[in-house]
């Protein structure tokens, strides 16, 4: 029996990185996952079918979170195969670096749309198929805390997310769903590769700035969504977990 037996977890934008990395990791403790994507349905299907070969159930459904009818279908695909959900991951997101003369508005509106609001669909859907209470993890980042150059935009998507967990604490806590936010450093994914943010003289200067003296990678978050998840951090909420090896940028 796993942490998480019974439960059943519903993880945005898990068909890669970071995302596909908690999902595994729910389902190795006994979750049911909700795997959803996007675009990268092959992805999303190999997730899967790694859970399901591994002894816990999945289901891949492909929606835009920052669209309301996308998350409503995602919601209801999630609560008739699995009758409710008991953990929402908000890791679906998007990054982009630009000085200020760079930012354009469609660049700003995609990364809220998508880091902010879809962040607020997504647990707004959740909430109301929690029947026992339940688990909110957001995915926010150190950038909230100690944003680098060029990075307005997207950093201030990710102050949002740290009010919204704060906020939604107090707002659902009389309901017993706890809601918590972890804050990775560099984490190497397949994004921050295409970017060539994990690599090079980034690379470095984040690994020296990191007291532990590496970059993240996916399975160092999916350990602590874990925590967040399972009844061991059953009296936290409201929290803003930093997980980025000491880093600060």
Do not use: C, H
């Not at 879809?118 to 909430?127: C, E, F, P, R």
Request: glycine residues 10%; aromatic residues 4%.
């Amino acid at each position: 029996m796993g942490k998480l037996s019974g439960k059943t977890a519903v993880v945005t934008g898990a068909s890669k990185g970071i995302g596909a990395g908690i999902a595994l990791a729910l389902a190795k403790e006994g979750a049911n996952v909700v795997v959803n994507y996007a675009r990268a349905k092959d992805d999303a299907e190999k997730v899967a079918a790694q859970i399901n070969q591994n002894g816990s159930k999945a289901i891949t459904v492909q929606a835009d979170v920052s669209k309301q009818a996308d998350v409503d279908k995602l919601f209801a695909a999630a609560t008739k195969t699995f009758g409710k959900v008991d953990i929402l991951v908000n890791n679906a997101g998007v990054y982009e670096f630009a000085p200020l003369l760079d930012i354009t508005e469609e660049s700003y509106r995609r990364q809220f749309d998508l880091n902010v609001l879809g962040t607020l669909l997504s647990t707004q859907a959740a909430v109301k198929s929690m029947k026992d209470g339940g688990s909110i993890i957001n995915l926010s980042s150190i950038v909230s805390l100690t944003p680098p150059p060029a990075s307005s935009v997207y950093s201030a998507t990710k102050g949002a997310v740290d009010v919204i967990t704060r906020t939604l604490a107090q707002e659902l806590g009389p309901q017993n769903i706890r809601v918590n936010s972890l804050s990775p450093g560099l984490v190497e994914t397949e994004g921050t590769r295409a970017i060539g943010v994990s690599e090079g003289e980034f690379k470095q200067m984040a690994i020296s700035r990191t007291p532990l003296g590496r970059v993240g990678q996916p399975d160092d978050i999916a350990k602590v969504a874990v925590f967040l998840a399972s009844d061991d951090s059953a009296w936290m909420t409201g929290e803003i977990l930093p997980v980025g090896g000491g880093a600060r940028l």
